[in-house]
């Protein structure tokens, strides 16, 4: 699953603000938008077998040439909360989210968890009805 930023980051907000705990649970992929929507939960688990992606996304500008480069100077703090929301939320230092940011970084569970990106795997950390 992947998506819109605007949308996506509207979710991320409904959830790290809810009282209810939020669990986000990988039963495939999370690439992309789905990947940073992932890291929001409360509690974040996969399967064995799920995969993450992150990457820089997507972008389409159409508009006059000044508002194209105001569109794109305002990208560049947004790519910068991204930033920032993806280390808080994760154990990859600065340096290592900069060096991973231009390349489709794809993970599988267990490199996933290393990461931090996720916090327990079914089937090894836990079993699906401890959690549902």
Not at 53 to 71: E, P, R, V
Not at 82 to 95: C, D, L
Not at 115 to 127: E, M, P, S, Y
């Amino acid at each position: 699953m992947g998506g819109d930023v605007d949308a996506g980051f509207e979710l991320i907000d409904a959830i790290l603000a809810s009282k209810t705990p939020v669990y986000t649970i990988n039963l495939g992929y999370q690439y992309s938008m789905g990947f940073l929507i992932g890291l929001a939960g409360h509690k974040r688990y996969a399967t064995q077998n799920a995969k993450f992606l992150m990457h820089d996304g997507s972008n389409l500008i159409w508009n006059s040439g000044t508002k194209a480069q105001d569109q794109m100077e305002f990208q560049k703090r947004v790519e910068q909360r991204i930033k920032q929301y993806v280390i808080a939320h994760s154990n990859v230092t600065s340096e290592e989210y900069d060096s991973k940011l231009r390349v489709e970084w794809y993970l599988f569970a267990d490199e996933a968890k290393e990461k931090g990106f996720c916090d327990h795997i079914l089937g090894v950390d836990c079993d699906m009805d401890e959690i549902v």
